[in-house]
């Protein structure tokens, strides 16, 4: 049986964030446009940072490179919620929305990148 490579999609902490960016793009693309100018191009770039800084951590070649790439992840999950915040006091998104989204920046994604960052320090040799 041959050697069983590491896709970028079977990553759970790459899958949560994607799915994440895309949900939130779902809600924010309705939005009219000052409520997309102002606070919705801010959420989707922050929401999508997350899925894009554990992809180009994914394609990098050393240890120490791929977890600085995992670690800009999580800067990008602080705005993320920082983002959401706003977007329920400014009552854009509805509370089951911004529950959705709190479960994933809260619960499910800092567990994954933890997760991630400890796979790569202990099974990647450089």
Request: positive net charge; glycine residues 6%; proline residues 1%.
């Amino acid at each position: 049986m041959g050697k069983k490579y590491l896709q970028l999609n079977g990553i759970g902490a790459y899958k949560t964030a994607f799915h994440l960016s895309n949900y939130v793009w779902e809600i924010v693309v309705k939005w009219d446009f000052f409520t997309k100018d102002t606070v919705g191009k801010q959420f989707i770039r922050a929401v999508d940072s997350n899925s894009a800084n554990i992809a180009e951590g994914f394609g990098r070649y050393s240890k120490k490179d791929k977890i600085k790439f995992y670690r800009y992840s999580f800067g990008s999950m602080k705005e993320s919620l920082d983002w959401n915040e706003k977007a329920k006091t400014r009552n854009l998104i509805t509370r089951e929305q911004y529950q959705h989204i709190l479960d994933a920046l809260n619960n499910k994604l800092p567990i994954e990148l933890n997760s991630l960052i400890k796979f790569t320090n202990e099974k990647l040799t450089i």
